[in-house]
């Protein structure tokens, strides 16, 4: 059975970026539905995210700046919304917080004392240690946000194509412990993404042929039938031994790094980085391209100017994107 969502999201944790709300939302959604959304800080900047929000019909609390106490108004009023809901809402048995503010560490503490899974998401460069830790499960934004099958936006109502379904099928196999997922499951999972999803507006009479086009036209998944049950799984695709190298890796590391500013990140955790390269290249070691540690990568390609080292306040090392 799907989980019901609460989702709180500090919008100046996450950017106000419309493609990084979309992911979010879509992170939830995987898990299950959301009853209630709500977003903290709004202003006329944000009007990008007006569909968004209409659309998955999140409330906004808008940021009325007066002297030095807006950040801290804006906290305790998700505090009290969420107190609120968990203990009014019967229906709500888990929550979000974009935010990695440790501020709401308590807050975290009183949900899961009363039996609610509790989501954190939130930008590594603004995440705090004991927040993550406190979380029933902690995703860092970087991490959900950077997709290339979503490059280029959708545009009005446009319909739904057979490689978004794919892809949206793929995403929903790697959230998964197992790689796997039943056929009904997943289409009721697709339709809480995609409440416009219907396999005959892609030309398929059953959803049963559907996933059998897209798993011998991608190679993505396999389809699976074990006593009356069909069972969607993930494939761990054959990619070619092809390694980073000291010819190849700027390129590389190019690349990903236009990902997070397209997506609205100007400055990353080494760590987040890392886990990109390595959910390319499981292989990847340092010294396969010269380097004893991967701070000397990032020292190195600094000097290429592809990228700036800076220190946190709380000393920790980032990396602001060039």
Do not use: W
Not at 232 to 240: D, R, V, W
Not at 285 to 300: C, K, T, W
């Amino acid at each position: 059975m799907p989980a019901h969502f609460a989702l709180f999201a500090d919008l100046e944790n996450c950017g106000g970026k419309k493609s990084i709300l979309l992911d979010v939302i879509e992170r939830v959604k995987i898990r299950g539905d959301i009853l209630i959304g709500k977003v903290y800080g709004y202003t006329d900047s944000f009007s990008e995210l007006k569909e968004v929000l209409l659309s998955n019909t999140f409330a906004v609390v808008p940021s009325l700046r007066y002297g030095h106490s807006q950040k801290n108004s804006m906290d305790i009023q998700l505090v009290i919304d969420a107190l609120d809901v968990a203990y009014t809402n019967p229906l709500i048995d888990s929550f979000c917080i974009v935010s990695g503010d440790s501020d709401y560490v308590p807050l975290v503490g009183k949900l899961k004392s009363m039996g609610k899974f509790v989501l954190g998401i939130s930008r590594s460069e603004v995440a705090s240690g004991v927040f993550m830790n406190a979380c029933s499960e902690f995703q860092f934004l970087e991490s959900v946000t950077p997709n290339k099958e979503r490059s280029k936006e959708k545009e009005g109502d446009e319909a739904i194509t057979l490689s978004e379904v794919n892809d949206l099928i793929v995403a929903v196999l790697r959230e998964s412990e197992s790689g796997e997922k039943l056929a009904s499951e997943m289409k009721n999972t697709l339709l809480r993404l995609r409440p416009d999803f219907s396999e005959k507006s892609v030309g398929f009479s059953t959803f049963g042929k559907l996933i059998a086009d897209l798993s011998a036209r991608y190679g993505a998944f396999s389809v699976t039938a074990e006593q009356h049950n069909v069972k969607l799984c993930l494939n761990q695709g054959n990619k070619e031994a092809v390694q980073l190298t000291r010819d190849n890796y700027v390129a590389f590391f190019r690349e990903i790094l236009e990902e997070y500013k397209h997506a609205g990140f100007e400055r990353v955790n080494p760590p987040v980085l890392k886990a990109a390269v390595l959910a390319s290249y499981p292989d990847f070691n340092e010294r396969q391209i010269g380097y004893r540690r991967f701070s000397d990568v990032l020292r190195d390609l600094e000097k290429s100017k592809l990228l700036k080292i800076e220190m946190s306040e709380s000393g920790n090392m980032l990396v602001r994107i060039k």
